[in-house]
RNA sequence: GGAGGGAUAGCGAAGUUGGUCAAACGCGGCGGACUGUAAAUCCGCUCCCAUCGGGUUCGUAGGUUCGAGUCCUACUCCCUCCA
């Protein structure tokens, strides 16, 4: 019996996208679908009553950063995460592989693990698969990450595949440390980067090692989008069709529907939370600089097509004043409402797939979006 | 009335053995970036015109000097103390 379940409920005639349901043990969510990202155990400004009032079925939290402060000890002793951050929806954790990433000034990598630089403190760390594995267990996520080492983009294919290899072989070990795997589900990462030879053997490496779900990583790390497009859809034909696939890091409007398109179930970013925090917000007309002084008079709401609680209630104005005096209410509008829109736009992808009309509502959505502009650009 | 201190770019504030000063730094302003969160962060620009480059600045007016934000004189204003 294994904690995580993927049910497809059917495929777009128009796209192939798939619309499926994932369960869990703390409850089901429907595919494909955006994850709110709350790193320590918290989506930055966020009350998960706010996260329910919009909508989120899942958020993902951190083992490298939840290891760190206040330690996986702490929240297993306050009875798991769930508990301990008043969440009772699914938590998917990563592993800690982005942070050999994002880290990569701090960390040195070698077969057993990845000795880190504590961020914080300077104090040395050795983060294994297995510890890894060993926190998320104790943190009690519905979904665990195995622990991988996601490259940078270029790579050399040397390099890329050495990683690969060792990816494969850390997830086994991932796989072989669970110590709970009726009450929570252990993913694959499939990397390889640009290199398809790298990706198909990573994909066949990981399925033959049959995990309940499997993520696409590596990707979203650089490389131009068309790359990105290509590799998802070369990936999917070696993972098979019950299983959830999960493509790490990826939350841009656009990317969210091409993905989906090419087969994606779930998907997690950082990036509504944080250029909310920095004062830019997606809307159905495409992305908008709050900030900018052209809308300090403009009485407008955010999205004038959303109904969310940020643009049923306060102007731009009003937003950008906040934001431009560091006002901490301009930060949870402005978190409300970009992860209200990926939300909700995923909420359309659902109906759309239903529909069987997923190319046309993405020919609809770019256009208003303007991603069909020649001189779209950082969507 | 007397003694002393000070006036620098939108604001605050460095700069006073004269040159390497269009003038540090902070704030403010303007713009950009952000994709499994070292992020309420980071990066540009911010006297005027301009592609190089040029033109005007450091309270005002003179002066010394090859050269002055930096030295001298007068004036204006501000602050502190004494009458």
């Known amino acids: 019996m294994t904690a995580i379940r993927y049910e497809l409920i059917k495929?777009?005639?128009?796209?192939?996208?798939?619309?499926?349901?994932?369960?869990?043990?703390?409850?089901?969510?429907?595919?494909?679908?955006?994850?709110?990202?709350?790193?320590?155990?918290?989506?930055?400004?966020?009350?998960?009553?706010?996260?329910?009032?919009?909508?989120?079925?899942i958020i993902l939290s951190n083992t490298y950063h939840l290891w760190l402060r206040p330690g996986e000890d702490i929240v297993q002793e306050a009875g798991g995460l769930h508990q301990f951050m008043n969440w009772d929806r699914p938590i998917l954790t990563d592993s800690g592989g982005f942070q050999v990433f994002s880290l990569s000034d701090l960390r040195e990598i070698e077969e057993k693990g990845v000795h880190f630089r504590n961020h914080i403190s300077g104090e040395k760390l050795f983060l294994t698969p297995e510890k890894a594995t060993q926190i998320q267990n104790a943190l009690g996520s519905d979904i665990m990450m195995a622990f991988d080492e996601c490259p940078p983009f270029p790579a050399e294919h040397k390099y890329m595949k050495d990683s690969v290899e060792r990816t494969s072989?850390?997830?086994?070990?991932?796989?072989?440390?669970?110590?709970?795997?009726?009450d929570q589900?252990?993913?694959?990462?499939?990397?390889?980067?640009?290199?398809?030879?790298?990706?198909?053997?990573?994909?066949?490496?990981?399925t033959s090692l049959d995990f309940p779900g499997y993520a696409i990583g590596g990707l979203s790390v650089g490389e131009p989008k068309e790359i990105m497009n290509e590799m998802v859809e070369y990936t999917t034909q070696f993972l098979p069709t019950d299983k959830p696939r999960y493509?790490?890091?990826?939350?841009?409007?656009?990317?969210?529907?091409?993905?989906?398109?090419?087969?994606?179930?779930?998907?997690?970013?950082?990036?509504?939370?944080r250029i909310a925090r920095n004062?830019?917000?997606?809307?159905?007309?495409?992305?908008?600089?709050?900030?900018?002084?052209?809308?300090a008079r403009d009485f407008s709401p955010l999205d004038p097509n959303c109904d969310c609680y940020t643009c049923k209630n306060y102007t731009r104005a009003y937003i950008r004043h906040l934001i431009k005096t560091d006002e901490i209410l301009g930060l949870r509008l402005t978190t409300y409402h970009n992860l209200y829109f990926l939300l909700n736009l995923m909420e359309q992808v659902r109906e759309a797939i239903k529909a069987d009309r997923l190319g046309d509502f993405?020919?609809?959505?770019?256009?208003?979006?303007?991603?069909?502009?020649?001189?779209?650009k950082n969507f």
């Open 11 to 57: 495929t777009c005639k128009q796209t192939g996208a798939r619309l499926g349901r994932v369960h869990t043990p703390h409850g089901s969510f429907e595919t494909p679908i955006f994850m709110p990202v709350g790193t320590l155990a918290t989506v930055k400004t966020m009350t998960p009553e706010e996260l329910k009032a919009i909508n989120a079925e």
């Open 169 to 182: 072989r850390w997830a086994e070990r991932c796989l072989a440390a669970h110590q709970r795997p009726e």
């Open 185 to 206: 589900g252990l993913f694959g990462i499939v990397q390889g980067g640009e290199y398809k030879d790298l990706r198909k053997q990573s994909a066949q490496d990981l």
């Open 247 to 273: 493509l790490m890091g990826v939350g841009s409007a656009d990317s969210l529907i091409d993905g989906a398109i090419r087969g994606i179930d779930m998907f997690d970013c950082v990036l509504p939370t």
């Open 279 to 295: 004062g830019t917000l997606m809307t159905s007309q495409g992305r908008l600089v709050v900030r900018n002084a052209k809308f």
């Open 362 to 376: 993405r020919e609809e959505f770019f256009e208003n979006y303007g991603f069909n502009k020649p001189d779209a």
